[in-house]
């Protein structure tokens, strides 16, 4: 029965407020959402210089040290970039 004139009351409410969503108890409506659908079949945006640069160092590395673990090479690659000048990074663009 509660649960009955609840209903009612919020739908007497919608109706006064001309259809839109009623403000929450402090005293704000809430906001729709505007987020975008993504298309499945949209392109991959292409890779920055950096992981351009780390695709082609991590076989490397890899070959020299197998065993070592994915934050290390991570770490040893990302030093390498910043000691790279800006023209050797932009050869990976």
Known sequence: MDNQRY???I???T???GGKALPHAN?????QSSK???DPNAPKKPLTPFFAYMQSRRVEIKAETPNMP???LT???ALEWN???HDQKMSYK
């Open 36 to 38: 975008k659908t993504k």
């Open 27 to 31: 005293g704000k409506v809430p906001k």
């Open 7 to 9: 209903k009612n009351e």
């Open 75 to 77: 770490a040893k690659v």
């Open 70 to 72: 994915a934050t290390e």
């Open 83 to 85: 000691a790279m000048t």
């Open 11 to 13: 739908a007497e409410e």
């Open 15 to 17: 109706k006064r407020n």
